[in-house]
């Protein structure tokens, strides 16, 4: 699957502005193109879009113990409500915990706008400022 991003135009000063994402700081290698990417597929938080430039990422890459099937210690993992025991003991984690501080996008938060059933939920007017 291609990684195509919402705002085009702004793309490239977006992932300049951007802080280390999950993919980065992890080196998981399921990044398009990535060591691990044919084996366990393209991470689910590099691709997910909703989550685009929450706390301040690209993508879902500083949101990602919200996004099932984020790869952690070598294994996929599940639901946010399986895995968030292990998240919050991520030194990632805790990394976009302490820069954030409190601009912070909680799990809960990003579960309500992954889930949400009304499409402008989803629209981000951030995203192409």
Same mark, same amino acid.
């Given at each position: /699957? !291609?990684?195509?991003?919402?705002? @085009? ?5 977006? /992932?300049?502005?951007? %802080? ?5 700081? %992890? @080196? #998981?290698? +399921?990044?398009? $193109?990535?060591?691990?990417?044919? !084996?366990?597929?393209?991470?689910? =938080?590099?691709? !997910?879009? +909703? ?9 879902? $890459? +500083? &949101?990602?113990?919200?996004? =099932? $099937?984020?790869?952690?210690? $070598? ?5 946010? &409500?399986?895995?968030?025991g292990d998240c919050t003991a991520c030194s990632f984690y805790v990394l976009v915990t302490l820069e954030e501080s409190t601009?912070?996008?909680?799990? @809960?938060?990003?579960? =309500? ?10 629209? +981000? *007017? *951030?995203? #192409? *400022?």
């Open positions: /699957m !291609e990684y195509v991003p919402i705002c @085009r135009l702004n793309t490239q000063s977006v /992932m300049h502005k951007s %802080k280390i994402n999950c993919w980065q700081f %992890k @080196r #998981c290698g +399921r990044q398009p $193109g990535g060591s691990k990417a044919a !084996e366990f597929g393209v991470c689910p =938080a590099f691709i !997910e879009t +909703r989550t685009h430039t929450i706390n301040g990422g690209v993508n879902g $890459g +500083r &949101a990602c113990w919200a996004i =099932a $099937g984020t790869l952690c210690a $070598g294994k996929v993992q599940g639901t946010f &409500a399986l895995k968030i601009t912070y996008v909680t799990g @809960r938060e990003i579960l =309500a706008l992954l889930t949400s059933t009304n499409p402008s939920d989803s629209v +981000r *007017d *951030d995203i #192409c *400022d």
